[in-house]
């Protein structure tokens, strides 16, 4: 029986000393045994480095199974009766939000709700032997206790469970007899001491190698222990090792002074992230043209956007790499609709609903027709009430148009209940999942929550039920294209932590920018780096091996604290420095996610403390400048930036429309929301409602964009945005008179009011019906808002019930659809509208009381009308002094119009809320408006609008607008506005 433990200085000399033998021997002995042969490394990433070596040494690993832990134990559960009793980290976390749930303690709220931090804080005890550890907060202690109680009643195993067990599984199977090496791992694998251990106690032949850690309590207790369980290590000096980057990498994390060596180190600080995305790749060019090139390690700080922009490049240029890191892939359809659905289960709001039903749209199983009217009635339906709560909106549907298409739908694909057993809850979901084909997505993972749902007792919620079937859904999207599955390219993308334990010929370090370097902060306010100490005191003991080494206590495992993280993210630095032979080069970007300027704050402290370990200078901003200027001229003519030459032409283009919208000088034109200069609006004019002419001088690009281009806003439905809009549709719909387009007359003084009290009334009872039907109280807020609109309706129904001149009334008039204003003699504007109330007052002639069918009228008479339009927000009485700019142009455009069609006598008023209303603005005053007739003329016949106001507006309505708009500032966007408009300053 072979055991050997080893500890080597260097990657070559491990390969030498250590694997290359140990596979030489197990190739030779391979048809002797029927052991398997396991090699265990930390990741994939160093599996694969093994794997290149052997290649490139022409060397076989027949029989022999390459495994990480992960893959470790799930090649140990296959083998054992454990297959069916593992559990997911997701159904942990189930599990302890619905323990948490039944404490009232807002600290076990708090659990329930987040139990990720919690769940490592429990994981980190169990694989370091502190299971029977108590918390200063009892209610911790219970669900830590309550937890455990339920494992072990249902038989389920933990990862960190099964890790411990091992050796009892391998023990009790008499199939599972190996060889393993075990090669990398280092002391941030402390949460694994266990599962190594007991595979090295189980095994027939082990080889065990390791590399030199850090020189602080983690690190020495880590060989320590190694020493401590296996006996003394065999220690393997690497002479042959590159002094040059050694030296560095030693100065480096010792902090010992500056480098005597020159080991060269190419620094490429670029200006923005495209440029040190193009810098990375350049350099990796170059380093595969150098005949001394083997493998190129390409290292991240993350999953970043730095990461994305470099395998573009790679993919552009046909470059295959060998891609550790991953990114999150593209949902496919199934998970875009069933997102969708968790969504609306997991609020409950008709926004939610309704990007369910447009989701279904896009996916082909809702036609267009459907999903408009179904969004038509529920739209109806909000507006009605002011509700977004899907239940009351069901039962409002139900009582008010119990056959819409809408309530079908809400009845086909209904709302989970609030609580329910786990079983019924799977149940319910399978049967859901069955009908929508999304089975297969996470047919295992139900499964295996099926095989212990019989187990929990009691009802728990359906947010935690949802955020547990979240998770599920979320899990397994890392992806890498298929030019990144290339394990034997010479290129290799990667991680800190995964190229631990490789050697490289040529190195790239990118991203080297304080927020992407800066150690992860991994303190937990349920286990702080007090309490972490002080356990680890309790395990710590002196070593057998000799004097002052120290190590853990059996069947414990050293629990590492933020400072420790943070050491060893140093560490590895300088080992990645000092196991690469021939050249190096670091990159870094001047503009960090929060620096928009060349400045040494954006650097890391990585990069300066290297540049001073080497060149012994301070990185300043002079030395930065030189850096960055070098590296833009030699990126000006690499091969990457010749691959640029198609985009450099939309560029221009882009800087052509980019100074154009930013000429003071100029009127606005075609890159503004206008129609170029040499060309005019289709048939020469213009064609808009009364109310976006009035827009036309507040608001010109949201008419260009809604109006002219006919894109709308997707509607969005918050009831604390929507409201105001309720009100109004409130008030508008309460003094509706239904009248056939004709004139009627006030029957009495209570009129107006008894039509107002009846239909707000009977809003008001079909609401109350609705929360009466869910079981659930009409809120008070809900009533203060009823009332503000009926007082608001209540003040206008009086005012105009008390016009004894005004007897006649018509609501609601939609103005002819051929309609034009005549705003001078040689200006004449159609239009669109409908007048809110148009009364008629007493006179000689005859009143006309009847429209045909076209909507014109038959005759006319010379009795005066009064236009009234209703306003319940913040806007302002009609003013001769503010028609001039414009303001009230829509109520003007209805008189332009009815004066049009042979009215003589006509007034105008904007009736707000308790303000006392008489005839504002009369026709005749309108003679005044030669200036804005001239402006309107001019946008009507040339077609020019442009930009007035902010573009952006944090507390208003806004549209989305083109992002080249967004940064044109005010100033010169007023000194466009009035040479464009000169009729309007």
Same mark, same amino acid.
């Given at each position: 029986?072979?055991?050997?433990?080893?500890?080597?200085?260097?990657?070559?000399?491990?390969?030498?000393?250590?694997?290359?033998?140990?596979?030489?021997?197990?190739?030779?002995?391979?048809?002797?045994?029927?052991?398997?042969?396991?090699?265990?490394?930390?990741?994939?990433?160093?599996?694969?480095?093994?794997?290149?070596?052997?290649?490139?040494?022409?060397?076989?690993?027949?029989?022999?199974?390459?495994?990480?832990?992960?893959?470790?134990?799930?090649?140990?559960?296959?083998?054992?009766?454990?297959?069916?009793?593992?559990?997911?980290?997701?159904?942990?976390?189930?599990?302890?939000?619905?323990?948490?749930?039944?404490?009232?303690?807002?600290?076990?709220?708090?659990?329930?709700?987040?139990?990720?931090?919690?769940?490592?804080?429990?994981?980190?005890?169990?694989?370091?032997?502190?299971?029977?550890?108590?918390?200063?907060?009892?209610?911790?202690?219970?669900?830590?206790?309550?937890?455990?109680?339920?494992?072990?009643k249902s038989s389920i195993v933990t990862l960190e469970k099964l890790d411990r067990?091992?050796?009892?599984?391998?023990?009790?199977?008499?199939?599972?007899?190996?060889?393993?090496?075990?090669?990398?791992?280092?002391?941030?694998?402390?949460? #694994?001491?266990?599962?190594?251990?007991?595979?090295?106690?189980?095994?027939?032949?082990?080889?065990?190698?390791?590399?030199?850690?850090?020189?602080?309590?983690?690190?020495?207790?880590? #060989?320590?222990?190694?020493?401590?369980?296996?006996?003394?290590?065999?220690?393997?000096?690497?002479?042959?090792?590159?002094?040059?980057?050694?030296?560095?990498?030693?100065?480096?994390?010792?902090?010992?002074?500056?480098?005597?060596?020159?080991?060269?180190?190419?620094?490429?600080?670029?200006?923005?992230?495209?440029?040190?995305?193009?810098?990375?790749?350049?350099?990796?060019?170059?380093?595969?043209?150098?005949?001394?090139?083997?493998?190129?390690?390409?290292?991240?700080?993350?999953?970043?956007?730095?990461?994305?922009?470099?395998?573009?490049?790679?993919? +552009?240029?046909?470059?295959?790499?060998?891609?550790?890191?991953?990114?999150?892939?593209?949902?496919?359809?199934?998970?875009?609709?069933?997102?969708?659905?968790?969504?609306?289960?997991?609020?409950?709001?008709?926004?939610?609903?309704?990007?369910?039903?447009?989701?279904?749209?896009?996916?082909?199983?809702?036609?267009?027709?459907?999903?408009?009217?179904?969004?038509?009635? &529920?739209?109806?339906?909000?507006?009605?009430?002011?509700?977004?709560?899907?239940?009351?909106?069901?039962?409002?549907?139900?009582?008010?148009?119990?056959?819409?298409?809408?309530?079908?739908? =809400? +009845?086909?694909?209904? &709302?989970?209940?609030?609580?329910?057993?786990?079983k019924l809850f799977l149940e319910l979901l399978i049967k859901i999942f069955n009908?929508?084909?999304?089975?297969?997505?996470?047919?295992?993972?139900?499964?295996?929550?099926?095989?212990?749902?019989?187990?929990?007792?009691?009802?728990?919620?359906?947010?935690?039920?949802?955020?547990? &079937?979240?998770?599920?859904?979320?899990?397994?999207?890392?992806?890498?294209?298929?030019?990144?599955?290339?394990?034997?390219?010479?290129?290799?993308?990667?991680? @800190?932590?995964?190229?631990?334990?490789?050697?490289?010929?040529?190195?790239?370090?990118?991203?080297?920018?304080?927020?992407?370097?800066?150690?992860?902060?991994?303190?937990?306010? &349920?286990?702080?780096? +007090?309490?972490?100490?002080?356990?680890?005191?309790?395990?710590?003991?002196?070593?057998?091996?000799?004097?002052?080494?120290?190590?853990?206590?059996?069947?414990?495992?050293?629990?590492?604290?933020?400072?420790?993280?943070?050491?060893?993210?140093?560490?590895?630095?300088?080992?990645?420095?000092?196991?690469?032979?021939?050249?190096?080069?670091?990159?870094?970007?001047?503009?960090?996610?929060?620096?928009?300027?060349?400045?040494?704050?954006?650097?890391?402290?990585?990069?300066?403390? =290297?540049?001073?370990?080497?060149?012994?200078?301070? =990185?300043?901003?002079?030395?930065?400048?030189?850096?960055?200027?070098?590296?833009?001229?030699?990126?000006?003519?690499?091969?990457?930036?010749?691959?640029?030459?198609?985009?450099?032409?939309?560029?221009?283009?882009?800087?052509?429309?980019?100074?154009?919208?930013?000429?003071?000088?100029?009127?606005?034109?075609?890159?503004?929301?206008?129609?170029?200069?040499?060309r005019r609006p289709p048939d020469d004019r213009l064609k808009l409602s009364s109310?976006?002419?009035?827009?036309?001088?507040?608001?010109?690009?949201?008419?260009?964009?809604?109006?002219?281009?006919?894109?709308?806003?997707?509607?969005?439905?918050?009831?604390?945005?929507?409201?105001?809009?309720?009100?109004?549709?409130?008030?508008?719909?309460?003094?509706?008179?239904?009248?056939?387009?004709?004139?009627?007359?006030?029957?009495?003084?209570?009129?107006?009011?008894?039509?107002?009290?009846?239909?707000?009334?009977?809003?008001?009872?079909?609401? @109350? #019906?609705?929360?009466?039907?869910?079981?659930?109280?009409?809120?008070?807020?809900?009533?203060?808002?009823?009332?503000?609109?009926?007082?608001?309706?209540?003040?206008?129904?009086?005012?105009?019930?008390?016009?004894?001149?005004?007897?006649?009334?018509?609501?609601?008039?939609?103005?002819?659809?051929?309609?034009?204003?005549?705003?001078?003699?040689?200006?004449?504007?159609?239009?669109?509208?409908?007048?809110?109330? #148009?009364?008629?007052?007493?006179?000689?002639?005859?009143?006309?009381?009847?429209?045909?069918?076209?909507?014109?009228?038959?005759?006319?008479?010379?009795?005066?009308?009064?236009?009234?339009?209703?306003?319940?927000?913040?806007?302002?009485?009609?003013?001769?002094?503010?028609?001039? +700019?414009?303001?009230?142009?829509?109520?003007?455009?209805?008189?332009?119009?009815?004066?049009?069609?042979?009215?003589?006598?006509?007034?105008?008023?904007?009736?707000?809320?308790?303000?006392?209303?008489?005839?504002?603005?009369?026709?005749?005053?309108?003679?005044?408006?030669?200036?804005?007739?001239?402006?309107?003329?001019?946008? @009507?016949?040339?077609?020019?609008?442009?930009?007035?106001?902010?573009?952006?507006?944090?507390?208003?309505?806004?549209?989305?607008?083109?992002?080249?708009?967004?940064?044109?500032?005010?100033?010169? @966007?007023?000194?466009?506005?009035?040479?464009?408009?000169?009729?309007?300053?």
């Open positions: 029986m072979a055991r050997n433990l080893y500890l080597a200085d260097g990657i070559n000399i491990a390969w030498d000393e250590v694997v290359r033998p140990w596979f030489e021997n197990t190739h030779n002995k391979i048809w002797q045994n029927s052991c398997f042969n396991i090699v265990l490394a930390p990741t994939l990433a160093q599996a694969n480095f093994l794997k290149f070596k052997l290649l490139e040494e022409n060397i076989s690993c027949l029989g022999v199974e390459f495994f990480n832990p992960g893959l470790l134990r799930n090649f140990l559960a296959k083998q054992t009766v454990l297959q069916e009793q593992n559990v997911s980290r997701e159904d942990i976390k189930l599990l302890i939000s619905k323990i948490a749930a039944q404490y009232r303690d807002f600290i076990a709220q708090s659990i329930s709700d987040d139990p990720d931090k919690f769940l490592r804080v429990y994981d980190q005890l169990i694989s370091s032997g502190f299971e029977d550890e108590k918390f200063e907060l009892n209610v911790v202690n219970d669900i830590i206790q309550e937890l455990g109680n339920f494992l072990h067990s091992i050796y009892d599984i391998i023990q009790n199977s008499d199939s599972i007899k190996y060889n393993v090496l075990i090669y990398g791992f280092n002391e941030s694998h402390w949460h #694994l001491a266990q599962l190594l251990f007991n595979t090295i106690y189980s095994s027939e032949n082990f080889d065990v190698c390791l590399f030199h850690g850090t020189d602080q309590q983690s690190g020495m207790t880590w #060989l320590g222990t190694w020493e401590e369980n296996f006996g003394e290590f065999n220690y393997l000096n690497d002479a042959q090792h590159n002094k040059d980057f050694k030296s560095l990498a030693e100065n480096y994390y010792f902090k010992s002074g500056i480098c005597e060596l020159d080991p060269q180190v190419n620094y490429r600080i670029s200006s923005n992230i495209n440029d040190e995305s193009d810098s990375v790749v350049q350099q990796c060019l170059e380093y595969l043209a150098d005949c001394s090139c083997g493998r190129i390690g390409i290292i991240f700080p993350s999953n970043s956007i730095l990461y994305r922009e470099v395998i573009i490049r790679f993919k +552009k240029l046909g470059i295959s790499y060998d891609d550790n890191i991953g990114y999150s892939s593209v949902l496919s359809n199934e998970h875009q609709l069933l997102n969708s659905w968790i969504d609306y289960q997991k609020s409950p709001k008709l926004s939610s609903l309704i990007n369910f039903i447009r989701t279904r749209r896009v996916e082909g199983l809702q036609t267009n027709a459907d999903v408009e009217n179904i969004e038509k009635e &529920l739209s109806y339906a909000f507006e009605q009430t002011g509700i977004d709560n899907i239940s009351i909106l069901e039962a409002f549907l139900e009582i008010d148009k119990p056959d819409c298409q809408a309530l079908k739908f =809400l +009845k086909t694909y209904c &709302l989970l209940p609030v609580n329910n057993s786990f009908e929508n084909n999304w089975l297969k997505i996470i047919d295992d993972q139900i499964k295996n929550a099926l095989s212990f749902a019989d187990f929990m007792d009691g009802d728990i919620s359906k947010d935690i039920f949802i955020k547990w &079937l979240k998770d599920l859904v979320d899990l397994g999207r890392r992806s890498r294209d298929d030019s990144g599955k290339h394990p034997f390219s010479r290129i290799h993308l990667m991680t @800190l932590d995964q190229a631990y334990g490789q050697y490289f010929s040529h190195l790239i370090i990118t991203g080297l920018n304080k927020t992407n370097w800066q150690a992860e902060c991994k303190s937990n306010p &349920l286990l702080l780096d +007090k309490k972490i100490e002080s356990l680890n005191q309790k395990i710590i003991k002196q070593s057998k091996s000799g004097s002052g080494q120290i190590c853990v206590k059996n069947n414990y495992s050293f629990l590492l604290c933020n400072s420790d993280y943070q050491l060893l993210s140093e560490f590895f630095f300088s080992q990645l420095i000092a196991n690469t032979e021939s050249g190096i080069t670091v990159t870094s970007s001047l503009t960090d996610l929060d620096q928009l300027s060349l400045s040494q704050s954006a650097i890391s402290d990585k990069l300066t403390k =290297l540049h001073w370990v080497e060149k012994g200078e301070l =990185l300043s901003n002079s030395i930065i400048a030189r850096i960055n200027s070098e590296t833009n001229a030699w990126l000006k003519c690499s091969v990457v930036n010749s691959e640029k030459s198609i985009d450099e032409v939309e560029f221009d283009q882009l800087k052509l429309v980019h100074s154009i919208r930013r000429d003071r000088d100029k009127i606005f034109g075609e890159y503004e929301f206008s129609y170029p200069s040499d109310k976006q002419w009035e827009y036309t001088l507040t608001q010109p690009s949201n008419v260009w964009i809604e109006s002219i281009l006919k894109i709308k806003k997707i509607k969005t439905y918050e009831v604390q945005q929507s409201w105001s809009l309720v009100i109004g549709n409130w008030v508008h719909s309460w003094l509706l008179i239904f009248s056939d387009n004709k004139f009627i007359k006030k029957s009495n003084d209570n009129f107006i009011q008894n039509q107002l009290d009846k239909k707000s009334q009977e809003i008001l009872n079909k609401v @109350l #019906l609705s929360y009466k039907k869910m079981n659930r109280q009409l809120p008070d807020w809900w009533v203060s808002k009823w009332n503000i609109a009926h007082q608001i309706a209540n003040y206008f129904a009086l005012q105009l019930q008390s016009f004894d001149d005004w007897p006649l009334l018509l609501s609601e008039y939609t103005l002819p659809r051929l309609s034009k204003c005549v705003i001078s003699d040689t200006v004449s504007i159609p239009i669109t509208g409908r007048i809110d109330m #148009l009364l008629c007052g007493k006179g000689n002639g005859k009143i006309t009381q009847k429209f045909d069918v076209d909507n014109s009228i038959v005759n006319f008479s010379d009795d005066p009308v009064w236009i009234i339009d209703f306003k319940t927000g913040g806007d302002s009485s009609l003013k001769k002094s503010s028609i001039k +700019k414009g303001k009230g142009l829509q109520l003007i455009l209805y008189g332009l119009a009815l004066k049009s069609m042979g009215f003589q006598d006509i007034s105008m008023s904007i009736l707000l809320p308790n303000n006392s209303i008489e005839p504002q603005i009369h026709i005749s005053d309108l003679e005044i408006l030669d200036e804005l007739c001239r402006a309107i003329s001019n946008i @009507l016949n040339k077609g020019i609008l442009g930009i007035k106001g902010p573009m952006k507006n944090e507390y208003n309505y806004s549209l989305n607008y083109p992002l080249a708009t967004l940064t044109i500032d005010d100033e010169i @966007l007023s000194e466009k506005w009035k040479i464009s408009h000169p009729y309007l300053n």
